[in-house]
């Protein structure tokens, strides 16, 4: 059978679902069809040939553009490539291929100079409205690379990873990708009965500032640094995926500054910080308090996640903290302790004879107790009693008499 020019969007109808699979173009080539070979389908071989025109796929929300496609029968099965397609503006190298009609799995590799994930019809945000896919009625497997792609308002660049989809589940595998300042490496497995994803994998030193100013509702990020992170989370994509997130997730952020934000103001407020504010201690009411490391687990269920190991270490103040945070109201109930004279045991040990000693024995001491709750945007701070060996500090430094009578002077 040889085809001049026959339009394709008349008879490609006639073979495949267009919902799956339709074309625009005239089609040119040759193709041999044998019903006599000993299978239960004709074995078909031939080249044909299409465009200028587009390839609409139904996974996808948009056709690729193309100049022109090949589409080659090797007698057991077939390959359409696509060299140098466009999809949604951005070139595009698309292959696909089924090895074995006789054990049919779709092969799909693809290459972009940039990629909107979400032009692929399954990818969504999870509070976004659904738009039902149309797969082949095959499994499908394959890869992915892009130079530059973004996911809604996450840029990343050096993005690749492998997919599989059949009629049970999906996955996305090995997908790793840069993005702000740092790396992502992530594996999301999902089931087609329903819309439960799974995901686990690491962040490796992201650019918190830019991270927290992402959705552009916060113009000022409240924590600066590097993050590296690793989580394993379930969650309902459909539903409410905040209210069903589950799992586990430890978070570390090094070299950063808590930065001005309403808890830290409403807890700092609460202090007399007048003693302890000189030229080498900076008030951190005004520059933030800047830490060495920030780290913490958390584990939850139903969007409440749970942390008794939140620590903020740093060389102005240490900060610890055990409770809840509800992800689904966005509400937290947490009790803070702060340990503002973490430098006073340095000077301590500069007194003579018992500086040692002292500076051993206040090791650990917390200085302020708050249980805060409430809105996370507009949390509640209410002051715990105090134990504080910060005062006591301060004094022996001024009068050392106290040192050996204590409260002789008050």
């Known amino acids: 059978m040889e085809l001049h020019g026959v339009e394709a969007a008349k008879w490609l109808p006639l073979a495949v679902d267009p919902e799956q699979l339709a074309a625009k173009g005239r089609v040119g080539g040759r193709l041999v069809l044998d019903s006599q070979a000993a299978t239960a389908m004709p074995k ?50 698309f292959k696909l291929t089924l090895a074995d009609f006789a054990q049919p799995q779709l092969r799909i590799d693809a290459k972009a100079a940039k990629l909107d994930f979400e032009v692929m019809r399954f990818i969504r945000l999870p509070w976004s409205p659904r738009t039902p896919p149309h797969f082949f009625p095959v499994p499908a497997m394959g890869h992915i690379q892009a130079a530059a792609a973004n996911f809604d308002k996450l840029a990343m660049t050096d993005v690749s990873t492998d997919f599989m989809h059949n009629d049970t589940d999906w996955a996305v595998q090995n997908f790793t990708a840069r993005a702000f300042e740092g790396r992502a490496d992530l594996n999301i497995t999902g089931r087609a009965r329903d819309d439960w994803i799974h995901i686990n994998g690491r962040l490796l030193g992201l650019n918190t500032a830019s991270l927290f100013t992402l959705s552009g509702k916060i113009k000022h990020s409240p924590i600066l640094g590097r993050l590296y992170a690793t989580g394993d989370l379930w969650a309902n994509t459909d539903v409410d995926f905040f209210n069903t997130l589950a799992g586990s997730a430890a978070v570390n952020v ?12 409403r807890v700092l407020g ?19 308090i800047p830490f060495k490391n920030l780290s913490a687990t958390f584990k939850g269920q139903r969007g409440d996640f749970y942390t008794d190991d939140l620590r903020v270490e740093g060389p102005v103040m240490d900060i610890t903290a055990r409770g809840d945070i509800q992800f689904g109201d966005s509400t937290m109930d947490m009790e803070l302790s702060l340990i503002p004279f973490n430098t006073a045991n340095w000077i301590v040990k500069q007194i003579p004879i018992i500086g040692n000693n002292l500076a051993s024995g206040s090791q650990g001491l917390v200085a302020a107790y708050f249980h805060v709750s409430g809105p996370v945007s507009d949390p509640k701070v209410m002051p715990k009693p105090i134990t504080s060996v910060a005062e006591f500090v301060i004094k022996t430094l001024s009068l050392p008499i106290n040192i050996l009578a204590p409260h002789t002077i008050k």
Not at 254 to 265: E, H, S
Request: without cysteine; hydrophobic residues 40%.
């Open 254 to 265: 090094v070299d950063g500054t808590l930065d001005k934000f309403t808890l830290l103001t």
């Open 270 to 288: 609460l202090l007399d910080l007048k003693n302890w504010i000189t030229a080498q201690i900076p008030d951190p009411r005004a520059v933030g």
């Open 44 to 93: 078909v071989t031939g080249k044909l040939t299409l465009g200028p025109g587009e390839l609409q796929l139904g996974f996808l929300r948009s056709p690729m553009t193309l100049e022109s496609a090949t589409l080659t029968f090797d007698g057991k099965g077939l390959a359409l490539d696509l060299p140098s397609s466009r999809l949604e503006g951005s070139p595009l190298d």
